[in-house]
């Protein structure tokens, strides 16, 4: 007996023409990424152990009298892979391997290799002295390099075949506003290893699953950067209106949605992070402000800067307590180095200034979040706070936070601890007490939240910095501090709530110590 079922009413009035719908994706195409980081990280362990293998080798094929044993030149070996290993991941080699291409492997890749040699080399002098072994050096580490650049062309070529077959391939979707659609779409392709597909377009002014002449500007555009005798993709591609948007989500099986060059506050923004929410898409905005920052940040996802994820809760619990077990850990080795440093610099405070040495301030991540009191050395004169009504008009800063290059609040002290940021020295015990981290967003001054024009853009999402616990440094810091903008703050807060890590972190802390050694966009 055959059932008839009669069709929806969204069917009904508009049929689409669209590829088969994409099949239930496997366990390896959904953990492609982690599982490309392993093996990238066992390829290069194993480039180096047989560099050191051969080296070993072939210097005792010429002496007759080995000047190293089989049993130091292991340990050499081993202490060399794992310092190497561990530069390569605070560098970040590894986090966005599968995403970039081989070239811009290799740049970081060479640039973690230097660090480690001079590490190496340095642990060597200290260990060994006067019987240390150049020769046998010059030929481990001369090989690594070689190996290693074998390991990843290998790799990046079974990474092109896997990702032909789906692994490491994301569908994607973009939203065609301002004509940027077309752009996005030869970045894709010019870029597979970023691994997005694109399936389609989301365009406002379409009713049919593909663009009639005259109907959205998609066409249009797309002549303007191709000839008409170059075919493209582009025009077998659908093109949906917006008020289809979780029809086409279904239809063409996405899980990536872009929306290049749009400001949020445009109409529509909110029936699409509606339609992402409902249907677990993360939404990706592509702006000149993410373009820049992440230029200038270094990171490797190109593909923009994520608004919205839906959290996977177990993952997200236990990343949550192995990253305070980490900050925990961490900040008490630090306060106890540093007990010295901030013994002297109590008392440089107390010489010029008198008490208190401490500065305490009602920060938090947001208007309506929860309020802790952020502790700093004091760097300003003792009634600070009650001057800075006097000297808002001079803030050099739009969208409510308050800011002076030369603030004359500031002592003489207060200036040099600034400079390299041995006043934010004391948010360690915020961390022991569980109210910091040491990577995150940075908390604000409550003057400053309520300051803050909620009309500004990306402000809408600003509450989003409550999922984590404010840092003591973040993205902002290592790009500048005060010379990063509130608005490209936001972003990069969102950023670093999507993609959060002890890796990353690993990554952030590593980056900061030049930051604080040189005093960048500290005032």
């Not at 993709?233 to 290049?260: S, T």
């Not at 604000?444 to 309520?450: A, G, H, I, Q, V």
Request: aromatic content about 10%; proline content about 6%.
């Amino acid at each position: 007996m055959t059932v008839k079922t009669r069709p929806s009413r969204r069917t009904a009035r508009r049929t689409y023409h669209h590829p088969p719908k994409t099949p239930k994706i496997s366990w390896l195409q959904r953990n492609w990424r982690p599982v490309y980081i392993l093996v990238t990280i066992a390829l290069d362990a194993a480039a180096i152990l047989v560099s050191g293998v051969a080296a070993f080798a072939i210097r005792n094929a010429f002496v007759t009298t080995p000047v190293i044993s089989a049993s130091e030149a292991a340990i050499l070996v081993l202490a060399s892979c794992a310092v190497m290993i561990s530069i390569a991941l605070v560098s970040g080699v590894y986090r966005s391997a599968c995403r970039i291409p081989l070239s811009d492997q290799s740049r970081d890749a060479a640039r973690a290799y230097l660090y480690s040699l001079g590490i190496i080399v340095f642990g060597m002098y200290l260990v060994r002295g006067r019987d240390f072994v150049p020769r046998f050096m010059a030929l481990f580490m001369g090989m690594i390099p070689f190996l290693f650049a074998l390991g990843r062309r290998a790799l990046y070529g079974a990474t092109g075949i896997m990702q032909k077959r789906g692994y490491g391939r994301h569908n994607a979707m973009i939203v065609n506003w301002s004509g940027t659609g077309p752009q996005l779409l030869d970045r894709f392709t010019m870029f597979p290893e970023l691994g997005y597909a694109v399936r389609g377009f989301i365009c406002s002014a379409s009713t049919t699953g593909r663009c009639a002449p005259g109907e959205c500007t998609l066409q249009a555009h797309f002549s303007k950067l191709h000839p008409p005798s170059v075919p493209h993709a582009v025009e077998h591609l659908p093109c949906y209106p917006l008020d289809e948007i979780e029809h086409a989500i279904e239809a063409e099986g996405i899980e990536r949605m872009f929306v290049p060059m749009v400001k949020p506050s445009t109409a529509g923004f909110t029936r699409i992070l509606r339609a992402c929410h409902e249907n677990n898409v993360k939404l990706k905005v592509i702006s000149r402000e993410s373009e820049e920052i992440l230029r200038f940040a270094r990171i490797k996802d190109v593909a923009g800067i994520p608004l919205h994820a839906p959290p996977r809760i177990a993952i997200s619990r236990a990343k949550a307590r192995l990253k305070r077990c980490f900050d925990l850990a961490v900040s008490l080795i630090i306060l106890a180095i540093l007990s010295p440093l901030f013994a002297a610099v109590a008392l440089a405070i107390l010489i010029e200034d008198g008490r208190p040495v401490f500065f305490k301030q009602k920060r938090g991540l947001s208007r309506v979040g929860s309020y802790f009191d952020f502790m700093k050395f004091r760097s300003m004169v003792k009634n600070a706070e009650a001057s800075q009504k006097q000297l808002s008009d001079l803030s050099e800063t739009d969208d409510g936070l308050f800011f002076m290059k030369n603030d004359p609040r500031v002592t003489r002290v207060g200036k040099w601890l600034r400079k390299f940021s041995i006043d934010e020295f004391p948010q360690l015990l915020n961390v022991v007490r569980g109210e910091m981290s040491l990577v995150g967003p940075r908390p604000l001054p409550l003057s400053d939240l309520e300051n803050i024009e909620m009309k500004s853009l990306y402000a809408d999402y600003y509450h989003l910095r409550e999922k984590v616990r404010p840092g003591m440094t973040g993205l902002w810091q290592i790009l500048g501090r005060r010379e990063v903008p509130f608005k490209e703050m936001v972003l990069l807060d969102l950023y670093y709530f999507e993609n959060q890590s002890i890796m990353f972190d690993l990554e952030i802390l590593f980056a900061t110590v030049p930051v604080v050694l040189f005093g960048k966009g500290a005032y």
